[in-house]
């Protein structure tokens, strides 16, 4: 397969947007920007035996290499629009390239947003993203607004993704439900789209956990000059997790395990209550969505993906601790006393401690 | 060194831009596009042993990663504004970091573009880099306007790069100005910035020289349904090329190998008047630029370059063959009869015949 022909498989998944004035084909796309937005641009590579096992299916890489991305704008509370794909391979091998963009544009298409550009180049297995969002002038979380006093709330669950690539990296089977459901997480993230832009105007500060809870709260703690106080047991599994690890491990790869995609996100007391009003988890109410629906619409792929389907807009969290003056995150048991992690997270160049 | 020394590294030379409302160090850039403007973004990346040979010089590497882009608004009329970079590195290498964005910032700082977020991580040598830029609503140049009676025209000159990398190649030793000129056009090709922005409302269709003369004028070819004749005599070369090769290899390094990053366009026959109106090449006068030239000052490393200096402003061009109805690109000899080329251009995936 030329050059071409493997750009023809890419273009013909790319996807559409009325705001793409000139999409893949030219030495740019045009892109329109709508008024009163700030741009919200970020970027993240994936390289086999880092990001992803060798032997990885490609419909799982390109979901990940995405989704990694749209993690980062949830993070920022943007809403997405286009992605730039640079594509790096070692043979132009046409059933990699379909199978990756079969996963890149499922989520690609869940998200609403539309590939307009990228490069693909002979060389070591390697892929780059480019996520461009928009978010409203003023309005985007970051990570230095975090106050004594908040409280802190994490998305989601904790830990499967680390839980299932120590199972995987130990040669153990991923053989039933539960050790699925872990592999699924780890395969397959969920960037959580609709609550980071829900979070706008609620959240003080904000950050997705890819390198590890600890980690990722140390740079809201460092951004936001505070201290984080996190409760052990507060800490959310799900029933896979619960039935997979003891105790102990469970709690160092909710802890310190990479590749969560989960929000993490601080609140002043002032609006805990606009917070429940996005979506009351008691009562057994429906939970509200201050997203669109509209704009999270079902994978076709669902089925596909399992119980840990696509869920772009949930809006569920829990609270797992507070913010304090001082410095460092730390983990406190049900006697208050801190428990010590051997690392933080995932750290590149240092062999993984951070 | 650690992922955050690196970035730090990284961080150290970004730039800054008063649309930067947050840039390095949060989960996303925040960016003000201004109104009026879209926003033209773009994606190439660089690997070892494909678009650099090993033992490149890290400042070179750098350079280019951003020229190579930087070409590519250039093709479309922006102007440059940010940068997007991921880099992956087998460990993490202090001097290759400070080399490379010694380099990369050079050509930044003299493009007025900056640095707003990307990627480190281990892996294989390889850097992708986003760039991002503006061009008035409408106005971008593309590949697709050029109509049969508009006449051809080329920036610079043509195949320095290329001769280069076969001497190169051959192991030939690059000693003396003529051929150090050469290498230089390789190691730090000059993005064509202001003549591109210059060239929007004058041009037809433009596109920037990667991958050969021939190859990349087959794209205007066939976005706009026409074909093009090409003088073989017109097809302008520096003084290096010609007291480095004989006619057959200049002609073939000209229309067929890659690297040049010239523009070339399209201009109706009731626009060449605006062309010449844009730089008065004849008569002794002075180039007039229509961009602003304090939009691209001198590069602090400008002594280090070379007689190839950087030209970011440069506004010159040659006139090197017509559109006309049909398909393809021919390179006519001085007696009308094409001449025929074992390849158009570079390609990756088919061992670099196109």
């Known amino acids: 397969m030329s050059e071409f022909g493997l750009i023809a498989r890419l273009t013909a998944r790319a996807g ?5 004035a000139l999409g893949i084909g030219d030495d740019a796309a045009l892109l329109e920007v709508p008024a009163g937005e700030q741009l919200v641009a970020c970027c ?6 880092v990001h992803f096992l060798a032997g990885t299916e490609p419909a799982d890489i390109g979901w990940k290499s995405l989704a990694v991305n749209l993690s980062d704008l949830a993070a920022m509370g943007a809403r997405p629009a286009w992605a730039l794909l ?3 391979l070692p043979r132009a091998d046409a059933g990699f390239v379909d199978g990756f963009m079969r996963g890149f544009s499922a989520l690609a298409d869940a998200a609403g947003i539309a590939l307009v550009g990228g490069d693909t180049t002979s060389g070591p297995l390697s892929i780059s993203v480019t996520a461009l969002g928009f978010a409203p002038r003023g309005l985007a979380l970051t990570r230095g607004g975090a106050r004594p006093g908040d409280s802190v709330f994490v998305s989601g669950t ?3 993704a680390s839980a299932a690539l120590e199972r995987i990296r130990a040669g153990r089977a991923m053989e039933g ?6 592999a699924q997480r780890m395969r397959r993230p969920t960037p959580r789209l609709a609550l980071g832009q829900a979070l706008r105007g609620v959240a003080s500060a904000a950050i997705d956990i890819s390198d590890g809870l600890l980690a990722d709260l140390g740079h809201i703690a460092r951004a936001s000059g505070v201290g984080i106080e996190l409760d052990a047991d507060a800490l959310p599994a799900s029933a896979a997790l619960r039935a997979q690890c003891d105790r102990a491990e469970r709690l160092r790869c909710q802890a310190t395990g990479g590749d969560d995609y989960e929000l ?8 805990l209550e606009a917070l429940r009003a996005l979506a009351p988890q008691e009562a057994g109410g429906t939970p509200q969505t201050a997203a669109d629906p509209a704009r999270f619409p079902a994978s076709q792929e669902q089925g596909d993906r399992g119980a840990a389907s696509l869920d772009l807009g949930d809006l569920r969290w ?6 304090v003056a001082g410095e460092g995150v730390r983990v406190l048991d049900a006697c208050g ?18």
Chains 1, 2 share one sequence.
Do not use: K, Y
């Open 16 to 20: 559409t947007r009325s705001d793409v």
């Open 44 to 49: 993240d590579a994936l390289n086999e035996g």
């Open 86 to 88: 640079s594509l790096s």
């Open 158 to 160: 904790l830990g499967d």
């Open 177 to 182: 439900a539960q050790a699925r459901a872990l």
């Open 264 to 271: 993490v996100f601080t609140v002043p007391a002032e609006r």
């Open 318 to 323: 829990t609270r797992i601790g507070r913010v």
């Open 337 to 354: 006393a801190p428990i010590r992690f051997a690392r933080a997270g995932w750290e590149h160049f240092s062999g993984g401690a951070a």
